[in-house]
Every structure is written in structure tokens, then in C-alpha cells.
């Protein structure tokens, strides 16, 4: 059976920080009044009232005035996925599967869902797309991905950003790229959802790779040079791990590298400064509150390295520093020796 074009299909968002709650705005903006509300799966039920009376987040994006006509919020996840037939992913990776399975939540294999997460699930270290595949049996071909450097303060913002859709199904990326499409939100599609997914795994590691340079003071030079590698070892580990072709400057590669990397609204480059700084790691992720997918990744990256191989001098530098409590000056020394 023919699936119905996405413009005529009810959208649910999962998750209620920064990035969900700029999706669930971006979506019910672009919902015609006499359509059926963007369905809203908020976590907390203070969270839920706050919005509901007020029409913003008490948390995340607090300036933003969301749509409260257009939504229809609830913090029972089984009802958004029963009310929804394209369901949005934006939970930090390291609570998704706590969410999804945590939940009981049943019937996600008939539905179209799109990842607008960047980073990896469970201790099995499984991409997106794979767990929703092995774990909750969705279909490739019912999986696609939002992806892009965007950063959720610039989206809530309106500035111009650039999106890519992707999926195996090329139909169903470019229908809800064109959903998304507005005057200052552009949009590209691609089938290329494991190489994206781990580029953006990548990225995280490498901004909190910039942020530790940053926070030593090692000056704008050498962490150009660092992205520099970084792009490098990301297109290296890609070519290994999957067989598709792929231009890693894109700005779904590069471009959302640089933002994660540069921008101080990234919480990995955040989480990197403090490290530079001399903050222990775990105090660190204590005083940030706020998950910086960058530091799961790094283990995972590692793990998943073990099978490939590849040369990775900036991940191991950063996974090291991370995870095995190594001396960050130390290990940027080496790593400058290593890099060129």
C-alpha cells in the first residue's frame, strides 16, 4: 500500500528539550489551522503545565512563544505514537532507549519515524537507525533522519539553516523536506543515513576536541588544524565502516562539524573548555546539566574502532582524556605530534 503524502500525515515529536521543543515549534508553524495539531510528548507534567499556561519551555528556548493552538502535548508517550503516523526523535541519545522500551511503548514498526538525534544508543553502541531497526523493528524503509548544523537557538531564531533529510526511501526524505521547507529553512535529502548518523557522532567527539584546545589556550591555529584531521579521520572511518559513496565537505558533514566545533552554543565544545580549563571531566558534566553526547560517543567511537582500525588520533586523544583520565596536556602534545 502506497503511503500518504506526509503534508496529509499527523506529526509527533518525542523529547522536550532544546532541539524538540524548536522541532515541535518549526512543525506547528507549518501546520495549517484547520489541520490536525502536532502531537507533543513532554516528559514532565510541570514542564507540560508551564507551557500549556504560559506557551514557552520553563527550561530550554525559554524566550520562544510556542504555538500552543497547534499543539497538542500530553506526557503519556504511548498516545503520541497512537495519535501520530510520522513520529520525530529528539530525546538525547543516552535516554532514548529509556523512553522508547523504559515506556512499553508498542506499534512503532508502523510507523515513519525520523532521527533528529546525534549519537549513539545503549551499551551495544547501535546507531539510530540500527536500534530502531534491530530493537523496535521499524523498517529501513519507515527510517529517515533531520540532520544539518543547527543549532536549536539559531532555529527557534529563525535564521537561515540548512537541513538534510535523509533516507533509503528517497520519496519519504523529500516529502518531509519539503514539509520543513520555509523562507529561511532549506533543505536537501540524501539516502546516506548510517554515513550522517556517524558523522555525527564524530562531530561531538571532535567539538569537545576543540573545546579542550580552546580552554588551554592553544589559539585559533592549531584547533583549525585539529577540525582539519578531524574531517579527515571522519571521512577515513566512514569509507571503512560503510560502503556509500559520500562528499564529506557537505554541509551535513563538514558544516555541522564546524558549527559543533566553533559555536558556543554547542555543549560538547562547552564540556572540552572546562576539561581545558582544568575542570575534572566528572565535575564537569555535573556543573553543565545538560548532556554532551560528545562524552558517550567517545566510548562508543573507541568500542566500535576496535573491529576497523582506523587511524583516529584525535577521537583516541579525546576518548583517553574522557575516559581514562589522561592528563589533557600530555595527551595534546602527542596528539600535535600526530597530526599535520
Not at 489541520?35 to 514557552?56: D, F, Q
Not at 530550554?60 to 500530553?74: D, K, Q, T, V
Amino acid at each position: 500500500m502506497a503511503k500518504k503524502a506526509l503534508s496529509n500525515e499527523r506529526i509527533g515529536i518525542i523529547g522536550s528539550g532544546s532541539w524538540a521543543t524548536a522541532l515541535a515549534h518549526l512543525f506547528a508553524l507549518h501546520t495549517e489551522a484547520s489541520e490536525t495539531p502536532v502531537n507533543w510528548w513532554v516528559r514532565r507534567e510541570k514542564s507540560l503545565g508551564h507551557i500549556a499556561k504560559t506557551g514557552h519551555n520553563p527550561h530550554y528556548l525559554r524566550g520562544l512563544s510556542l504555538p500552543l493552538e497547534r499543539l497538542n502535548m500530553s506526557t503519556d508517550i504511548q498516545q503520541v505514537v497512537n495519535l501520530s503516523d510520522i513520529l520525530i526523535l529528539a530525546i538525547p541519545s543516552a535516554y532514548l532507549d529509556g523512553a522508547l522500551r523504559g515506556n512499553g511503548v508498542q506499534g512503532l514498526e508502523k510507523k515513519t519515524v525520523f532521527n533528529a538525534i546525534k549519537g549513539l544508543v545503549t551499551d551495544e553502541h547501535h546507531i539510530p537507525a540500527r536500534y530502531l531497526h534491530k530493537v523496535m523493528g521499524v523498517p529501513y524503509d519507515s527510517i529517515g533522519l533531520i540532520a544539518g548544523p543547527s543549532h536549536s537557538e539559531e532555529v527557534a531564531q529563525e535564521n537561515w539553516t540548512y537541513l538534510t533529510t535523509a533516507s533509503s526511501n528517497p520519496a519519504l526524505a523529500q516529502q518531509l523536506a519539503d514539509r520543513l521547507a520555509n523562507p529561511w529553512l532549506r533543505t536537501h535529502i540524501t539516502d546516506d543515513v548510517f554515513g550522517i548518523e556517524l558523522a555525527a557522532v564524530l562531530k561531538n567527539i571532535y567539538a569537545v576536541a576543540a573545546g579542550i584546545a580552546h580552554g588551554m589556550g592553544l589559539g585559533d591555529n592549531f584547533i583549525a588544524v585539529l577540525i582539519s584531521n578531524a574531517l579527515m579521520e571522519t571521512d577515513r572511518f566512514l569509507r571503512a565502516v560503510t560502503s556509500k559513496e559520500r562528499e564529506v565537505s557537505a554541509s551535513v558533514y563538514l558544516g555541522d562539524l564546524l558549527a559543533t566545533a566553533y559555536s558556543p552554543h554547542s555543549r560538547n565544545r562547552t564540556l572540552g573548555t572546562m576539561v581545558g580549563k582544568g575542570y575534572r571531566v566528572g565535575g564537569a558534566l555535573v556543573e553543565m546539566d545538560m548532556i554532551a553526547e560528545g562524552y558517550p560517543a567517545a566510548l562508543g567511537i573507541h568500542h566500535i574502532n576496535q573491529k576497523f582500525k582506523v587511524s583516529m588520533p584525535v577521537a583516541e586523544c579525546t576518548y583517553r582524556i574522557l575516559h581514562e583520565d589522561a592528563v589533557p596536556t600530555d595527551e595534546m602534545r602527542i596528539l600535535a605530534d600526530n597530526i599535520h
